[in-house]
């Protein structure tokens, strides 16, 4: 008899373990088929549902991997990026591809000086990394609007398509315009800083209105018209002066962003390799 309800005891703990397992598979298989679908919030509840039923952590490394993501799939980095950092303590996961992941996470939300700080961090800690890390370093050069620097991170990797994404950045960096010279050179002659980014006609009105203003200056200086030569040089000669270099600044901003939007419109639609 005693025999009998060991047996019993054994079979009802046997079943009620493989029921919960069954359960925990169950709400794996749902989860996983929110993020298939692209429901990302959806699927970080189902996910955490799981994680709080599993009471073993079979599946904690693994549905805490797929929270960050989701949260990543739907913009929310810095959700991701408090996710990751709990889980570098977690033995399941390599703590280095954790914090790879948050620099790529840093690189996506603009905190590339935040991602160059890891980087460099890691080159410490783990130096046979070096060639993926000047991978992530080039990509946050890049973010950082520092094209040639990006090249050179590139060109000290051996990942794949570094050879085209450091031949892009030398291009881009060799494109941009210089916001200096375009600001300087509106100084020497007005219009000029027009003419250097493109802009003809802007520059022919900026020198026109220049040398209007100017020679009425002149003019009043030379019929001892002090009074109007100061009203006229500093409410008119002068704010065309200034406002010319400031607009010459203005488009070489603008025809920059255009060029750097080129190079982004390549990456994502042709470029091959990893992104962030």
Known sequence: MINR?????????QTAVLSAQNHLEMQKEYAESLFAGEKYFDAVTEYKRLMFFDENKIYSAEAGLKIAYCYKSGGKFDDAIAVLSKMKENQQINKTDIEIEIIRLNILRGTYFRAIGLIEKLEREVPEKQSELNYWKGWSYMVADEWQKAADAFGNSAEKGTEILKNLCISVSEEKYSLSFARTISYILPGAGHFYTGYYIEGIISLGWNVLWGYDVVNAIKADRIFDAVMVGNFLWLRFY????????????IENRKIINEAYKYLSIQFEGKQP
């Open 5 to 13: 309800i060991s047996i019993l005891i054994i079979i009802l703990f």
């Open 242 to 253: 200034t406002g010319g270099s400031q607009e010459a600044v203005k488009l070489a901003e």
